[in-house]
């Protein structure tokens, strides 16, 4: 049986988008002109801060943020105090995960949430982190209607075509962006003092982004490891104890109870369709999902539900947790639900995790139960059919 690991704190969202090398897409400042000496990373950031000094940022993080996103955007703020460019932090879902919002709380760290597109003119630049504007699409499609041109973004999704950065920073193969700011920091971007309030809050939240991007150091990469021993000394290990020890909400145990009641059972693979849900809830779902992987004899776990709240396009969530090796989320998630009009995704993942958003789009709406209801029968149906044919059954259920 799989242990019952720290369960990640936000969902594994996906960026879509074309598979390419991250190497080939530096920006021109990468492309040294001293001889092709090779700056490291946190000199070309620094680089482009002190170019963009007393400007005033945008960092743009997913719909419904992670720790992992939550706490490298809190450390380039706090990184930007020196060079006089003030940020804000901009998310446009919900904070949702039960740690997620301890996080938040008790190191007292800001999120704006985004309310349309009219302020985002006093933006000199963008900044986007844990994410390449994908799984924040409104936002990022508010910044390019008001211009605002794209500085930076550090990531460790599949690299995607769709942001032309002054610095860009995507590396596949680390378990938590989180990790990426941490060797920033070791290389002289901030240099951390445990005697600095600021500095221990960094420590510790970037720390939690690790431990809950790479579920408990299971999926840890030695850049990961490095980074967390890095960390450790600077951290409050009583802090990060009480963010990590939030207790689930009662409906993220109902929504829980859902899943685990609505699953099929097909070759190893729980797959569970949970209805609709309020977007203060939407981090229930890959919770429900790590849940339904610690059954025995299942290597796979999928869990869906469609996703409504004011502010908030009705759409269908999902997320997909393995502990198959051989099992490549992003590919199966890309390959199950293909492409939308646009050519962009569905979803995507990384290795052991993954997410897959669909909007409902002309569908959306209607406070009648009965026409709810044949809406939900109809998703579900046609989620369970895509998956069916992904994994090789016919729609049944049936080899
Ligand atoms: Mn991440």
Redesign the pocket.
């Known amino acids: 049986m799989r242990p019952a690991a720290p369960t990640a704190a936000g969902d594994e969202t996906f960026n879509g988008g074309k598979l390419m090398p991250a190497t080939e897409k530096k920006s021109p400042a990468a492309r040294n002109e001293n001889n092709g000496a090779v700056r490291n990373s946190a000199a070309r950031l620094m680089e482009l801060l002190e170019a963009h000094r007393g400007e005033r940022h945008i960092i743009v993080l997913q719909d419904f943020p992670?720790p992992?996103?939550i706490s490298t955007a809190f450390t380039h703020q706090i990184a930007c105090e020196a060079y006089d460019i003030t940020t804000d932090i901009v998310y446009s879902g919900r904070i949702s995960h039960q740690q997620n919002v301890a996080l938040v709380r008790l190191l007292n760290i800001e999120l704006t949430r985004h309310e349309g597109a009219k302020d985002l003119k006093k933006y000199a630049g963008a900044i986007y982190l844990?994410n390449q504007g994908s799984t924040a699409s409104q936002i990022s499609k508010d910044l390019q209607a008001a211009g605002v041109p794209t500085l930076v973004v550090v990531d460790?999704h599949e690299t995607q075509q769709d942001l032309s950065p002054e610095f860009v920073d995507i590396r596949r193969s680390i378990g938590?962006?989180a990790s990426i700011y941490a060797e920033y920091l070791q290389q002289g971007l901030l240099r951390l003092d445990s005697g600095v309030q600021d500095h221990v809050r960094i420590a510790t939240a970037l720390l939690h982004g690790i431990v809950t991007?790479t579920n408990g150091f299971i999926y840890a990469k030695p850049e990961d490891f490095q980074a967390a021993s890095f960390l450790s000394r600077f951290k409050d290990a009583d802090l990060l104890s009480q963010i990590m020890k939030q207790a689930r909400s009662r409906q993220t145990m109902d929504i829980t109870e859902r899943a685990l009641r609505n699953r099929t059972i097909v070759e190893s693979f729980s797959i569970s369709g949970i209805g609709y849900l309020r977007t203060d809830n939407r981090d229930a779902i890959p919770q429900a999902a790590d849940f339904l992987l610690t059954e025995e004899n299942i290597h796979t776990a999928i869990v869906y539900g469609i996703v409504t709240g004011d502010g908030w396009e009705e759409t269908l969530v999902g997320s997909l947790r393995t502990a198959k090796i051989t099992l490549d989320p992003d590919q199966f998630i890309k390959e199950a639900f293909g492409r939308d009009a646009g050519g962009h995704y569905f979803g995507g993942g990384k290795l052991s995790a993954g997410g897959f958003q669909i909007p409902i789009g002309f569908l959306a709406g209607g406070d009648k139960d009965d026409y709810r209801d044949q809406k939900w029968r109809l998703y579900d149906a046609q989620i369970k059919q895509k998956i069916f044919a992904e994994i090789g059954f016919d729609k049944d259920g049936d080899k």
């Open positions: 992670d992992d996103a844990d460790h938590a962006t991007d």
